[in-house]
T-cell receptor, first 112, second 116 residues
Framework: AQSVTQPDIHITVSEGASLELRCNYS??????LFWYVQSPGQGLQLLLK??????LVQGIKGFEAEFKRSQSSFNLRKPSVHWSDAAEYFC??????????FGTGTRLQVFP | GAVVSQHPSRVICKSGTSVKIECRSL??????MFWYRQFPKKSLMLMAT?????????EQGVEKDKFLINHASLTLSTLTVTSAHPEDSSFYIC????????????FGPGTRLTVL
């Protein structure tokens, strides 16, 4: 069965520090992978997606993610975190039917 | 572009009553809309998929008679929670796809339902 695991429930970083949020997936075929961010009072916003091709994907707000098939991972990274990045981050895997399966999310807290 | 709205943003109702939540695509035609439920500190759980003009497809374990979904037009889908009970209290989120960008779902801001 398809599944997504985000091992870190809560991460705290200082502003300006680098960030890596982990995501592991279980999927029978080539996955479509996504990272979304959820801020209070706002809908989920797509940060980036991977369908095929270059395994290093650039997204909005300075985020990037790397697809590693051998590790079944799609970790999200940012070299320098801003206070406005504090939010809930969800990794998701999609199938041909457009359904998305979400991980349990990682809450990012940023200290000044 | 690609804005999805939900109404209401929060609703409180008495046990036994029904509540309707609207999901609208404001600047595009949504061929498919999805309804999710999100519990506190939990992931989004897909409840059902609806295509305009056809019956919704419910995920396993979701009561179709409890959660009525109607997708009457290309810009509007509604979720009605019938005979609501406290255990139905949750955050309900809809999303929509236009069919132009594969698998890119645009999400509404969610509706907080509290059943007393």
């Amino acid at each position: 069965a398809q599944s997504v695991t985000q091992p870190d429930i809560h991460i705290t970083v200082s502003e300006g520090a680098s960030l890596e949020l982990r995501c592991n997936y279980s999927y029978g075929a080539t996955p479509y992978l996504f990272w979304y961010v959820q801020s209070p009072g706002q809908g989920l916003q797509l940060l980036l997606k991977y369908f095929s091709g270059d395994t290093l994907v650039q997204g909005i707000k300075g985020f990037e993610a790397e697809f590693k098939r051998s590790q079944s991972s799609f970790n999200l990274r940012k070299p320098s975190v801003h206070w406005s990045d504090a939010a809930e981050y969800f990794c998701a895997v999609g199938d041909w039917a457009d359904k998305l399966i979400f991980g349990t999310g990682t809450r990012l807290q940023v200290f000044p | 572009g690609a804005v999805v709205s939900q109404h209401p943003s929060r609703v409180i109702c008495k046990s036994g009553t029904s509540v309707k939540i609207e999901c609208r695509s404001l600047d595009f035609q949504a061929t498919t809309m999805f309804w999710y439920r999100q519990f506190p500190k939990k992931s989004l759980m897909l409840m059902a998929t609806s295509n305009e003009g056809s019956k919704a497809t419910y995920e396993q374990g979701v009561e179709k008679d409890k959660f009525l979904i109607n997708h009457a037009s290309l810009t509007l889908s509604t979720l009605t929670v019938t005979s609501a009970h406290p255990e139905d209290s949750s955050f309900y989120i809809c999303s929509a796809t236009s069919g132009e960008a594969y698998n890119e779902q645009f999400f509404g801001p969610g509706t907080r339902l509290t059943v007393l």
